[in-house]
DNA sequence: ACTGGCACTCGGCCCGAAGGAGTGCCAGGC
DNA sequence: GCCTGGCACTCCTTCGGGCCGAGTGCCAGT
């Protein structure tokens, strides 16, 4: 049904889009790829692209536009991975190697991302429920109140105040303090209700009250945050190319504030340093139908922590696209198992 | 030379422009506002208006449109101050009142401005410098490793990891941290420096190169962030009000991404709670010359922390912006005193 | 000092013509 | 049987001209 040279004009027909941003007629492909056919001959490949629905003409008497499905043939099967240059490579480098906690990590991890694909960009935090207890401290504010604040071995800092029912010394606060990670420090996050499920009994009956406030509001704050925290960067990058938005760049531009939508949008993405690739329709959202989003996961080691990518219009450069993308996150993923 | 009817036309004119987007002519003035003179009479007026550079003409035979300098007119001496309705004002307590931490106050602001305002919203953190050390935590890592942990007042958290020149063990952790967090919890930050002058020599020889790099490390990061962080939000409603802004919006979307221009922006605001508004060329950045923004100061008692406010196209609604930017400005004040 | 009247200006919109890119199809050649 | 050159056709885009109407500035009159 597709012979070697339908796909030979595909790729051709998605590389000039690509490039052009102007339906591409049969004429203009000949001339610009070395098909060895004429421009009639040509013309009859596209009419048969066209009957599977891999191109489409914006109307009569113009040339072909790849569709969705066509993108996707091209980014399944005809597209080669097109190796980082290494003023990127340094870039990344560059940019990664002197932050100073996460959040850095992340900000600027979506600065470069942004400038490197030239896309809005989208990073993760690591997830909390895939990370371990690195520390949990406890700090007295006033004799019937504390804060809490934990630390993963990712980076991340949650912190929470703590209103106990009775008072407390500094004495029982760090008495608490060591049981407490005693238990948990080291332990992922997930397994850390369970750790702690017959702690406050164990307690003495004094101080079980305010044992319990602790680890009530301890739990409490893994599971608030389930929805997890995304940053965004590079939104003027939309507007650069706006003529790819049909329906104009407003309904992204809302999608990026969705939390929830780019959260799933990412999580959706498959195992480590893999790149995914959505095309236009793919995505779940209505209001992304006219973008593409290539992401990532990143991790440290065999371990998924979060997502990242960008998204553009689906006239991009998904070879080039895809190589910086999954570049990016083997490097944060590096960075991440580091500290 | 400009007597009270002429200000009156020019009010008219100003809100008539916000509310239509376009020019208003003579006519339509005497409709739609009971000025008691004729449409002659005000075409007078608008000349003079037109001559002292408070209106223009996009061209001849068009209506007037209020310049920057009408629009500061306006702002300063023409409107009215517009009252939050009591949905406002609840909206504003049931946004804020659930926040968990600094982080979470930061972004509901945000969304609640931009919600609020329906135009971009930007929230600076609590500026370090203007904080007081509520605690500092240094947390053991490796043998010649600490975690450094600030937590401040105002509920931010800057952590640093700190590679020591010596060994070190628990023991000695615990006394240096107790004795760092005596001199210098509860301190202003801005008088960190100094406290810690003399500290790493009053120590003992034998840890006295551990100490100093943790000493070293901790005033670094009072400096090193003094680039104060921003979070912007509601960015699709530039692309609501898209035609405001005669070069697209794309070189706002730009300088919303610079963080440096935000802050400046923001930190040339003046006294807690009182409300500024920069209109069109008084902004000190290119790309910001067709847009407005209105901030506010806000703090905890007289301390101010930070700045938070919004950026809109020129034509807005000034009353009603200043009011909901002045009270949330407030409220997060209230908010981050209580914590 | 205000008003009604009037001539004038100029952008927006509609329309039709010209131009051009690209297609589909067909008949002929390798 | 597949490819090619040729040709008629489609339809978008661009451009120019003419009409319309909103709005102005000015002037003479009250």
């Known amino acids: 049904m597709l012979d070697d040279r339908k796909l030979d004009v595909l790729r051709a027909i998605v590389q000039d889009f690509v490039s052009t941003n102007e339906p591409v007629g049969s004429k ?4 610009r790829h070395h098909l060895g056919v004429s421009p009639a001959t040509v013309r009859n490949d ?13 109307h009569t008497s113009a040339g072909r536009v790849p569709t969705d499905k066509g993108y996707r043939l091209f980014v399944d099967r005809l597209s080669t991975v097109k190796p980082l240059s290494s003023a990127e490579r340094r870039a990344i480098e560059q940019f990664l190697d002197g932050a100073l906690d996460l959040d850095d ?73 060591a049981r407490l990670n005693q238990r948990i420090a080291g332990r992922p996050i997930h397994d850390v209700p369970n ?13 079980r009250g305010n044992a319990s406030a602790v680890i009530a509001v301890l739990l409490a704050s893994l599971v608030e945050r389930r929805e997890e925290r995304v940053v965004v960067g590079g939104a003027s990058n939309l507007t650069r190319l706006a003529l790819d938005f049909p329906d104009s760049v407003h309904p992204v531009l809302e999608a990026l504030e969705e939390q929830v ?27 992304l139908r006219s973008t593409s989003m290539v992401s990532a996961t990143y991790g440290s080691g065999s371990r998924a922590l979060a997502s990242l990518g960008v998204l553009g219009p689906m006239r991009m450069d998904y070879p080039g696209t895809m190589a910086a993308v999954g570049a990016v996150a083997r490097y944060v993923g590096r960075i991440l198992a580091e500290s």
Chains 1, 2 share one sequence.
């Open 46 to 58: 596209m009419a048969a692209l066209e009957e599977e629905g891999y191109i489409a003409q914006p």
């Open 261 to 287: 939508v780019l959260i799933r949008l990412l999580g959706e993405a498959s195992r480590p340093t893999e790149v995914t690739v959505r095309i236009g329709d793919e995505n779940p959202y209505e209001g």
């Open 28 to 31: 203009a492909l000949v001339e």
């Open 105 to 177: 990590v992340v900000s600027r991890t979506v600065r470069l991302l942004a400038q490197l694909t030239r896309h809005v960009a989208v990073v993760q935090y690591p997830i909390l429920d895939r990370s371990s207890v690195r520390h949990l401290e406890l700090i007295k504010l006033s004799d019937t109140r504390l804060m809490l604040v934990l630390i993963t071995d990712t980076g991340r800092v949650e912190q929470r105040q703590v209103d106990l029912p009775g008072l407390i010394d500094e004495r029982t606060v760090g008495d608490l303090r």
């Open 195 to 207: 750790d702690l499920a017959d702690l406050a009994e164990a307690e003495p009956p004094a101080t």
